[in-house]
């Protein structure tokens, strides 16, 4: 240690001077000088320039602490600003992804409400506002399914025709016609068991109507279907009555044909027989036409008189044979 750094001073003096040097005494290193000033008391106010430079190297070593603390969290307030900004990113991405979840949310049912109304139209008549042609088409084929699937199960297909339809249409108009057609559908839908479908078929003015039937090796469920094709004819012709004049009264003649899976290959084979009964119809109108209708409602008279066609039969000579023959088939035919 040499002489110079060793060299006492006087507390007064040095203090001064440091005072004096404006910029170069730090706060802290103030404080630490006026915490010696019971030391220079106690020393006779003297003290080295050796330990005032010791005092001013712990100084300078804690002011660098602090200023590293400092810089540290300066670097983490930044960093916490960065992480604050991306929260505020991600919030908001969420808060994107919210409103087009809730956006394609919306669209996806507006587009099902979209479906749903152009099933709709594709299904329904515009007229009537009931099934159209397509529509019954596959609730026939269904009911064909259903027969193949289900034993003594089957339906029966009805064609409905209105009569002097289209003299009714040029007398009174189109708009007159349209509104015929619904009352005439109304009229079958309350005629119609619940089961039953009913639907506009291939022309403007007839209907198709699909009634279920069970039991299908007693034709008496036969005849219950005929009666609703009955029911409906009345309907029609008393409506036709109490509001439409005389000279332009609309009548309809229905044909029908029951399911047989051994004669109905194809739908179309069905629909071939209950035109056939249609067409038959359309001679007289106003009626009701079909396969084992007369056949089901004659059954048990039917038996009687073969019994005693039987009978009769057996207590006559072999010759008349051909005479039984005749009744029996002509009986068949009837």
């Not at 004096?20 to 103030?30: F, H, I, R, V």
């Not at 540290?72 to 991600?90: D, I, P, Q, V, Y």
């Amino acid at each position: 240690m040499t002489q110079e750094s060793n060299k006492v001073v006087k507390m007064p003096e040095y203090f001064l001077q440091k005072l004096e040097a404006e910029g170069k005494l730090s706060p802290e290193l103030q404080e630490k000088l006026l915490a010696l000033i019971p030391y220079f008391i106690e020393n006779g106010g003297e003290i080295t320039k050796q330990y005032i430079s010791v005092l001013e190297q712990e100084l300078e070593k804690e002011r660098k602490d602090v200023q590293g603390l400092e810089e540290r969290a300066t670097a983490l307030h930044n960093e916490m600003t960065s992480l604050k900004g991306k929260s505020t990113n991600l919030e908001q991405l969420f808060l994107d992804h919210s409103q087009k979840n809730m956006l394609l949310t919306t669209q996806n049912e507006d587009y099902l409400k979209d479906i749903g109304s152009l099933k709709t139209e594709l299904d329904h008549d515009d007229i009537t506002h009931g099934y159209n042609r397509r529509f019954m088409l596959k609730q026939l084929q269904r009911e064909i399914e259903n027969a193949e699937k289900y034993r003594n199960y089957s339906f029966v297909l009805g064609i409905l025709d209105l009569d002097k339809f289209k003299l009714f249409n040029d007398k009174k108009g189109h708009l007159a016609g349209d509104k015929l057609l619904k009352q005439v559908y109304e009229l079958i839908k309350d005629e119609l068991p619940q089961d039953c479908v009913v639907g506009r078929w291939y022309r403007g003015d007839e209907f198709a109507i699909a009634v279920p039937i069970v039991n299908t090796r007693d034709n008496a469920a036969v005849s219950e279907a005929y009666a609703v094709f009955e029911k409906i004819r009345t309907a029609i012709e008393n409506h036709s009555k109490e509001h439409i004049l005389k000279r332009f009264a609309v009548t309809s003649t229905i044909g029908y044909a029951t399911y047989d899976p051994k004669r109905h290959v194809e739908l179309d084979d069905l629909v071939k027989e209950a035109d056939k009964w249609l067409q038959n119809g359309k001679a007289t109108r106003n009626i009701v036409k079909g396969d084992r209708a007369i056949y089901s409602t004659y059954r048990k008279p039917e038996k009687q008189y073969l019994r005693i066609a039987t009978n009769v039969l057996k207590a006559i000579p072999n010759g008349f044979k051909g005479f039984y023959n005749g009744f029996r088939n002509t009986f068949y035919r009837s």
